[in-house]
């Protein structure tokens, strides 16, 4: 049998210099003059528009730089790792080789049009880091124009609002969460309305049963293998004093007594809980009422709706739930005022049709 040889098509290509400004040289190729002269004008115009073309750093690149620079230094270790899980899932893989000035609008269509079937929350995510990294690669003289389009609209289906529990629900709930240290985490959720990883960095000495107060003055970054509390809170209103409700107050005296160590969340190594410890704690409160999905959030929004329900006014429940801004505690308001209003019209309807109808 002869061997076959491989045949390859050999091209000829035109190619021309083009000077930059900072005196060095771009070599410019094509496989035609038409398109190398397409290609000159494309260039000579990202030029004028000071965009430094002479550069070899691709987009994945530059984009590492972005989040070593604009990010790394002034976000939480929470809200650095889903930038990551944003970036390295979704906009790396279709761009993370090319050059920045190269991507076309069209690109960050396709890749958007490829999400549709992914949340709203996840859209968006992705949107505000394209737009940020191109921003910044703007400034840094890489691309002319963001390609990412101020029409392009996240889709997808918007997250459900976190209903809060009922009072029947949450009797239910204190009724059946028996386990000592997931009553102790409910207690202080329903009591306090604290969010998971303040609930987790609190010491029995944070606790003024004299003066019924719980102070908040520490968050737990909670991680797989290592669990650490900082002093960074979530927002800047995060450190706060909370009035401690006689209910918290007997539970919180009765555990304490036979407490390990100073700090009210330890596992048997006396470390603070870790991701799944955590899972397994809460799990004791989730399956205690099956009919329906609870989190720390709802736990949360539950003691902020009560609050509403109590007569508090805005700036007061700002400051209990350690809002930043009233625009945050408007939010839950809003909330709280439909499901109110919801229930105020379904009982003027029944009344509306209970009494004697006349045809």
Known sequence: MKEIKESKKEYKYCTKVLALPNGRRKYVRAKTEA????KLKKLEELVAAGVRIDSNENFGQF????????????????SLDIIKYVVNDYILPPLGSCIPYEITPMQIQALMAGMRNKSFSLQSKVL???????????ENGLVAKSPVSSRLKAGGKKTEEKEPLTPGETMLLLERVTEPRARTFLLLCLHTGVRRGEALALK??????????????????????DTMASSEMKTKAGKRDLPLTAELESWLQEQR????????????????????????????????????HITAHILRHTYITRLFEAGLDLKEIQYLAGHSSVEMTLRV??????????SA???KVR??????QTS
Request: net charge positive.
């Open 257 to 292: 007594k036979t407490a390990p160590s100073d700090d009210i969340f330890v596992m048997k190594d006396g470390k603070l809980l870790t991701t799944s410890a955590f899972h397994k704690l809460f799990a004791w409160i989730d399956k205690a009422l099956p009919e329906r």
């Open 204 to 225: 029995y000495s944070d606790i003024d049963f004299k003066n019924k107060v719980v102070h908040i003055r520490r968050n737990a970054i909670i991680k797989q293998k």
């Open 351 to 356: 009344a509306a049709f209970s009494g004697p």
């Open 128 to 138: 505000i880091n394209l737009r940020d990294i191109f921003k910044a690669a703007e």
């Open 333 to 342: 308001y809003a909330h709280y005022d439909r499901l109110r209003r919801e």
């Open 345 to 347: 019209t379904g009982e």
């Open 63 to 78: 984009t590492q730089r972005w989040f070593d620079y604009y990010k790394k230094p002034y976000l939480r270790e929470k």
């Open 35 to 38: 398109e190398l002269e397409d």
